[in-house]
């Protein structure tokens, strides 16, 4: 029988297995051990070139700052907004790859972590911990990494899925009380609004969802009350599904794959989505190479993928993770349920943005910005949303999808847009 005792020690012992020139990953998201990193930085006259491997993380990173260059250097695989000015400036890098080929990078030997920096919650009466809300690709780290070093936090949810780790596995144990980084976001606008109301009346009853984060994604999952036995496959959730849950609209009792349960790799949102998520038998928080396989997603009922968009070109290819050269998040899981939700039978992907930026530049453009990362390609495109209406471009050419997107553009772009259409590809709208 393994045991089920452990001996915490302080941070910063806990931190000391660092060497200069390790490879290290901090968890992801709402997960990112914030004492662990505290006392990693604490450490930065002491250690050069440690390379750090993350996803987006909720709370500050201190090591992107321009004093810990020459101590830390993040290798994003997909940004968020503590390590964009790091990657803009040059002393971060990022790394364009799915996110479901992540977990390859680690158990293939691609990247060989030797410290995965985790947080966990305490373990159960057989010394079981579970890597709580961000199973996502942290699960892979944990698994391959030389040395794991843990918070046990009382506040992490313990949840259901594939995160569970027993205390024995952990190198370094330190014990922490601290509340999970709460994500509130404000009520969508009338824009928002609009487009989740274009969203939810391409979702059929029965389907099988996915959805990002965001205004847009709320706004959608509100529009939804009125549907009926929605499922949800999804590599992240927050709150907007809890309504949806509540009411009885959400009861996964079509899906094919984990009937009756939630599925999802990682969760970020307020404390009542963590009440929820903790220890309820419905949800599942799983490996995200499994989540996010196509072959995995395609499996479900009218799969319905719902993701966001920095900006469309009028053929239709889709930019996602920069606004021209700056890396603006990543490429994340989009393609893996684009494609995914195609191939499902009655499956949609679709893409929604606003129509235009807040300064008013049309987010429909002739093409994409020099350097801007094509996520999602023409050829897998199929439905784009804006406030002003859906253009379904599956199937359609260039000067079909030019008008289609034209026709959703904001009114004070068309005009220019379609000669532009003329001018460069030669289509007349």
Known sequence: MMPTHYTPVS??????????????????????????????????????EVEIYQLHTEGYAPYAEPQFEHSF???SLFTGANVRQAIQDGRADFVPIFLSDIPRLFRRGVVQLDAALLQVSPPDAHGYCTLGVSVDTSLAAAQTAKLLIAEINPNMPRTNGDGNIHISKFHKVVEVDYPMHQLILPPPDEVETRIGNYIANLV?????????????????????????????????????????????????????????????????????????????PIVRVLDIQYVND???????????????????????????????????????????????????????PII?????????????????????????????????????????????????????LIDIAHPDHRERLAKEAAEVWHVHV
């Open 11 to 48: 941070a910063e012992e806990a931190v000391a297995v660092i060497r200069t020139g390790d490879k290290i990953f901090i968890h992801s998201a709402a997960a990112a051990p914030q004492v662990l990193v505290q006392a990693l930085v604490a450490r930065a006259d002491e250690l050069r």
């Open 73 to 75: 250097h993040v290798k």
């Open 204 to 280: 059929e009853d029965g389907a099988t969802i996915q959805m990002g984060i965001g205004a847009i994604p709320n706004a959608a999952l509100a529009a939804m009350e009125g549907h009926r036995e929605l499922g949800v496959h999804t590599e992240m959730f927050s709150d907007g599904i809890l309504s949806l849950f509540e009411k009885g609209v959400i009861t996964n009792q079509h899906k094919v794959r984990h009937r009756n349960h939630i599925v999802t790799g990682f969760l970020v949102g307020s404390q009542r989505l963590y009440d929820f998520v903790n220890a309820n």
């Open 294 to 348: 196509t072959a995995i997603i395609r499996q479900n009922p009218k799969a319905t993928a719902i993701n966001s968009a920095i900006e469309v070109d009028l053929s239709g290819q889709v930019c996602a993770d920069s606004i021209g050269t700056r890396i603006y998040s990543g490429v994340g899981g989009q393609l893996d349920f684009v494609r995914g939700s195609a191939l499902s039978e009655g499956g949609k």
């Open 352 to 404: 929604a943005l606003p129509s235009v930026t807040n300064k008013g530049i049309s987010r429909i453009t002739c093409m994409l910005k020099p350097g801007a990362g094509v996520v999602t390609t023409r050829a897998h495109v199929h439905y784009i949303v804006t406030e002003y209406g859906v253009a379904n471009l599956f199937g359609k050419s260039i000067r079909e999808r030019a008008k289609a």
